[in-house]
């Protein structure tokens, strides 16, 4: 059975200029990295997850692939998966065929912006595991984390790919505390955090050697051209990604080559940009065990179990509702 349900903000292009408008205005310059992925972006980001530097990827699937069954052991043995961001539930598919193998597998609940791409998975699942129920909610899920159903039985929500790295402290404080607010008893969270390394590693990683990252980053700017009706030159600008030791944290920014001067006539904006000046477009947060125990304490979570790749490079974290 299928049940899709869909939430896409009318508003969309007008909460587009509002972000945009704020960020440019602010001091430093930032975008939000939401605005990445349009269709060219997205496929970029498919490109970088199988560079050599891009370990994120690789490491999280080796999890999923060799310790599925032991997540699910210690989280209960859930019936309901759900997964924000869900895409096309490529890595999702090993925690899906573990539930199946248990005999516990019953509601899938993919959650996502894009509705041809949910509709599309949802299709496919159904094929390949028989009797598997999806309700599919295609929203963004940062506003619309509320809405995601309630459960029969027990309920495991993924939130994998390092994605909550993205998020500053504040923001990461209340998203995690949103999520404690869904989860009944039995209930668990499993998340996906990169880990701390040696700050050559990660750099490597946000500046490949291919400039796919770099053309990705770029990437953004053409968005806004199209979207806004800017006429940033995109080779006025040049990708950086560094790392920064103190927040432990990567910082990804476009950097202005010359004086320059940018209209985005959907915005009735004129902004000007300094030689060397830099604009952030994303930050990802590298976390240790002790930090994120931390992180989920604050939230009133608790951690119940920690899963990492042979190279100890990322981690999967099973937590639920403290108390």
């Not at 998020?167 to 869904?182: C, D, V």
């Not at 969270?189 to 390394?197: A, F, N, S, W």
């Not at 770029?218 to 560094?242: P, S």
């Amino acid at each position: 059975m299928i049940a899709i349900d869909v939430h896409l903000d009318a508003d969309a292009a007008a909460t587009m200029a509002r972000d945009v408008r704020a960020g440019l205005c602010a001091y430093p310059k930032e975008l939000a990295p939401k605005y990445f992925y349009d269709e060219r972006g997205s496929q970029l980001f498919e490109r970088i997850t199988e560079l050599p530097e891009y370990y994120p990827t690789r490491a999280e699937r080796e999890i999923l692939a060799a310790r599925s069954a032991e997540i699910l052991a210690v989280a209960g043995g859930p019936g309901t998966l759900v997964e924000l961001g869900s895409g096309s539930a490529a890595k999702t598919r090993h925690l899906l065929s573990a539930m199946r193998d248990a005999g516990s597998l019953d509601t899938y609940v993919p959650v996502d912006i894009s509705e041809e791409i949910t509709h599309q998975t949802a299709a496919c699942l159904v094929d390949e595991y028989p009797g598997l129920v999806v309700r599919g909610l295609v929203c963004d899920f940062e506003q619309d984390l509320e809405r995601i159903p309630a459960g029969a039985g027990a309920r495991m929500i993924a939130f994998l790919g390092g994605t909550v790295g993205n998020l500053y402290p504040r923001q990461r404080h209340a998203f995690l505390e949103r999520i404690g607010t869904l989860l009944e008893p039995g209930d668990h969270l499993l998340l996906g955090t990169d880990l701390v390394k040696d700050a050559s590693r990660l750099e490597a990683a946000y500046d490949d050697a291919a400039g796919i990252t770099a053309e990705f980053n770029k990437n953004v700017l053409e968005v806004l051209n199209r979207e806004l009706g800017a006429d940033f030159d995109l080779d006025a600008f040049e990708h950086v990604a560094r790392y920064d030791a103190e927040a432990e944290r990567m910082d990804i920014r476009l950097r202005s080559l010359a004086d320059q001067g940018v209209r985005l006539d959907g915005l009735d904006l004129e902004i000007s940009f300094a030689a060397g000046e830099e604009m952030r477009t994303e930050i990802s947060t590298k976390f240790t065990r002790a930090r994120l125990e931390s992180v989920y304490a604050g939230a009133g979570l608790e951690l119940r179990g920690w899963f990492t790749d042979a190279a100890g490079d990322y981690a999967l974290s099973l937590a639920r509702r403290a108390g």
